[in-house]
């Protein structure tokens, strides 16, 4: 297993921005894709970002244009940067990423960290 180690969330205002931060850690790994996830109260996990190892990223479409992944392929380490954050946006956020770890192809994701926004 490859720990991830999220951190960064917090309360903030709508409108407001929020830098959160992953970083993988572990012996024997390789990490591919990374990404960041959200759940909010009653519903479904939803991707919020993506990154690989090339720089190509995703985004969901309700954060398109306000939120910016980014990383650091030295230090395994993903960035989220949040702008004109919306109420909608009150979520625990959890990374996760794609590895090779000990010869074995799997997944790993973190313990996940809140954002409110609320006035």
């Known amino acids: 297993q490859v720990q991830l180690v999220e951190s960064g969330g917090g309360l903030v205002q709508p409108g407001g921005s929020l830098r959160l931060s992953c970083a993988a850690s572990?012996?024997?790994?390789?990490?591919?894709?990374m990404g960041w996830y959200r759940q909010a109260p009653g519903k479904q996990r939803e991707l919020v970002a993506s990154?690989?190892?090339?720089?190509?990223?995703k985004y969901g479409d309700s954060v398109n244009g306000r939120f910016t992944i980014s990383r650091d392929l030295a230090k395994d380490t993903i960035f989220l940067r949040m702008d004109r954050l919306k109420p909608e946006d009150t979520a625990v956020y959890y990374c996760?990423?794609?590895?090779?770890?000990?010869?074995?192809?799997?997944?790993?994701w973190g313990q996940g960290t809140q954002v409110t926004v609320a006035a």
């Open positions: 996760h990423a794609d590895r090779l770890h000990n010869g074995r192809t799997g997944d790993d």
């Open positions: 990154i690989d190892r090339t720089g190509i990223t």
């Open positions: 572990g012996s024997n790994f390789i990490v591919y894709d």
